[in-house]
């Protein structure tokens, strides 16, 4: 005698139970809720691509540059500077060198001039819940005139620092990089 189809163990899959990783949690029977969205769905911050002049600033005597100071908001003090290059964006219109000489001018109060191209460094942030992309054209200047003033509202201090102690002042990696690399700083 020859059992019916599907009547005994002959031609049926086992069915196996899935053994879930110990670090998933437990398994749920309920069904999701299709309001919410969908799991494994991942949701990005926005990408903005953003490009800044600005460079190192020599004064008229070769032996001092200039720098930014802003507070750091990740001191509890709220005492601590991060010093860094001056540099703001390029306006629509501008060259990066127009852009830089421009921004050097609004943020440290100095008029300078150009001598040479340092290079051109990017680097990725976050943002008020976008992930920022900059690049940033870095140039080297004599000092031509002006006195120092920080710019309200975006710089808290401005300083010239010995040539030598520039690096040492800079906070942030990709600038002190820049500099390290860029040779002698005689304009």
Known sequence: ???APGAGSEGVKKKRKRKRPANRGPQ???KPNPSTKPAGKRVYAKRVDEV?????????????????GRIDHKDSSGTKLLW????????????????????VAEETG?????????????FWFMAGGKRIHKTV?????????????????EVDEVSWFPLAEIIDHLAY???????????????
């Open 28 to 30: 749920t029977t309920t």
């Open 52 to 68: 800044s002049a600005g460079g190192l600033v020599i004064d008229s005597t070769g032996t001092m540059g200039l720098l930014i």
């Open 84 to 103: 860094s290059l001056p540099k703001g964006h390029i306006e629509a219109g501008e060259t990066p060198e127009q852009a830089a000489i421009r921004e």
């Open 110 to 122: 100095i008029t300078s001039a150009i001598s040479r191209s340092l290079g051109v460094i990017d």
């Open 137 to 153: 054209h870095h140039f080297l200047f004599s000092e031509v005139s002006g006195d120092l003033t920080p710019q309200i509202s």
């Open 1 to 3: 005698m020859i059992p």
């Open 173 to 187: 990696p990709d600038e002190k990089k820049l500099i390290a690399r860029s040779g002698e700083l005689k304009i």
